[in-house]
């Protein structure tokens, strides 16, 4: 009831007084009443709704200089959620006073986990930045494995901003979690590891640090039995590395008899040393 009469009392002040005085309010009435304001989707609706970018600015300033907490973390996932009913820049305001906030980002990516519409571009454009600007985390590359349905939208580009920039965090922490998937017997991690790899395969070339992450690629060949076939034919380009790491090995492993027939010529090394040089300036 307290919660309702103050955002009651907000919106009049905020449509029918004035709304310099409103946003002059805001500082204080976060300050002085955060068990009301902190994390209120209400409050923060009447915010963004008529803001102008100079009272937005103000908000931000207040926020970065610790004076004023907006959001709760344990319900940004819902608040959140709440917000993909807002107008386009109402979202894209609630996202400048996230970045400001330094919200974690495993709390920021939880709102995606029962979500199923993929067509709420303002989130998934809004949560790129974000998640731009910020560490790869185990918790963060974790939670986006299992967000297969949103790759185009958002696992796809921020992976590959990662590798780029934290290549070496990322790809340790993929081989930490095979090893762990395979250690566990746990077949569905297994493959959505092995599906999110796949995935970076596509968008990465040749010559990515990726393809030569050896432990890496042995978790994956020593797992490949536990995955399922349909799995597999998801997965070409996995499936094709495997292939070519089993001929290297294969290839590594088999005796050369060049080597053999190369050692019982040594006795005639020291002859024909004498020809070669001449016969390669010959052949140019």
Request: aromatic share 8%; proline share 3%.
């Amino acid at each position: 009831a307290v919660v309702s009469t103050q955002s009651t009392g907000l919106r009049i002040c905020q449509e029918e007084d004035s709304p310099a005085t409103f946003y002059k309010m805001i500082p204080e009435l976060y300050q002085k009443f955060p068990s009301v304001t902190t994390g209120n989707a209400n409050i923060l609706h009447l915010i963004v709704s008529c803001i102008d970018s100079q009272q937005l600015h103000s908000i931000i300033c207040n926020v970065m200089s610790k004076r004023v907490r907006i959001f709760n973390v344990r319900s940004i996932s819902a608040l959140l959620r709440t917000t993909l009913e807002w107008e386009t820049f109402e979202q894209y305001c609630v996202w400048q006073l996230l970045a400001a906030e330094s919200v974690p980002s495993e709390s920021v990516v939880d709102v995606l986990k029962d979500l199923n519409d993929s067509h709420h571009y303002e989130l998934f454009s809004s949560m790129l930045v974000f998640l731009k600007s910020v560490k790869p985390t185990e918790r963060v590359i974790k939670k986006l494995i299992s967000l297969q349905n949103f790759k185009e939208q958002l696992v796809s580009p921020i992976t590959v901003w990662w590798l780029d920039k934290f290549s070496d965090s990322v790809l340790n922490v993929l081989e930490s979690f095979l090893n762990s998937a395979v250690t566990n017997m746990d077949d569905k991690r297994l493959s959505l590891i092995v599906q999110y790899i796949e995935m970076i395969c596509e968008a990465v070339d040749q010559e990515h640090k990726l393809y030569k992450q050896d432990g890496l690629w042995k978790s994956i060949k020593a797992s490949w039995g536990f995955i399922s076939q349909a799995v597999k034919r998801s997965c070409p380009q996995v499936e094709q590395v495997i292939r070519d790491y089993k001929e290297g090995e294969e290839s590594s492993a088999a005796p050369s008899d060049q080597s053999e027939e190369d050692d019982d010529d040594d006795d005639d090394d020291d002859d024909d040393e004498e020809f070669k040089p001449t016969s390669r300036r010959t052949s140019k």
